[in-house]
């Protein structure tokens, strides 16, 4: 089906960033639904109720960013997806709503997506995990992209519901296959397990336990003097670690969130924190300082135990475990530990 002949203010439209939002209100959209939360950190669910949930409690109280298509709203005859072929937050995001889309019975026919850009050209270069955001040059290609768009084939359609139900299982195996193997319509697998690799602990041959590569970079910036997290990410892009690359998929509050697990992980932190500069409800990059001790550079070295480094959720499961234990092998494969 054609969205040429949708009236596009008879529609809903889920976008995932505010830029795409005014543009595609510009355009006579009057029901448009801005989805920003970023799902490459942090819990996933694949249930709507305990995905809010569990999103709550990881970033705090906040509104349901796809409340439109929640469980007690209205949807309209027909539903528009605008979203990025080569941002890796959007990708997943668009996982998401079709699944959550599926949850309300909605029927494949009755759901566009529209691709903003060009599609993903896979592993080409180093800064293939990197999201390209929507530019304004790509803005302005919206009418094209709108009038083009069709509903998803029906198999394609699955695979995305598919894919968020590997994306937020116990089990990583499932969605590590995919993203080894690939699948036809989803070019951006390979990159993003290039990325969410990096947050697990690893394990080489020798059977040495070792920080996730995010960890270790950011344990390797820290030094023993006081650093706010936006000079710790100042120093990152002037030595060029490449931390700043995966930051820019997860969004800068990540980096003071994960400062504040290390700070808080128990009696003998690997990393100090005191008060910043600015207060932080509007500063939360000032907003504290931190510094690492002398723990923290004896676990850049390894690890003795899992419990050496605070948790992280990510997806369905969570990065240094010691119930569910996984950890990442020089082959670049997830296995219990």
Known sequence: MSVFAVDIASATHVVFESRVAERVASLGATDVVVDSDCLLVGPSRAGTPEHVLARHAWWGSFDDPVGAIGADSKIRLMVVVWVSSTNLRER??????????????????????????????????????????????????????FSEARSWPRERYRRAVRLWS??????????????????????????????????????????????????????????TEWQTPLAVAGRDLRSGMNLWQMLSCTGDLFLPRRLEHWADHDSGAAVERAPGPKPSDSHPLLSSVYRLTERGMKLREGLDRLADAPGLPIAGIEAYSTSAPWVLLDDVRLARL
């Open 92 to 145: 997943v995001g668009l996982w998401r709503v079709c699944g959550r889309l599926q949850e309300r019975g909605i029927p494949r026919k009755d759901i566009v997506v529209v691709e903003l850009d060009p599609p993903f050209r896979g592993l080409d270069t180093q800064e293939s995990a990197v999201p390209t955001w929507c530019s304004a040059s790509t803005l302005s290609t919206l009418p094209g992209r």
């Open 166 to 223: 590997q994306y937020t299982a116990a089990d990583p195996r499932p969605l590590a296959q995919s993203c080894a193997h690939g699948i036809e319509g989803f070019p951006e697998l390979a990159a993003l397990w290039t990325f969410l690799s990096s947050f697990f602990p690893r394990r080489t041959t020798e059977g040495l336990l070792r920080l996730s590569r995010f960890d270790e970079l950011l344990l390797t910036i820290l030094s």
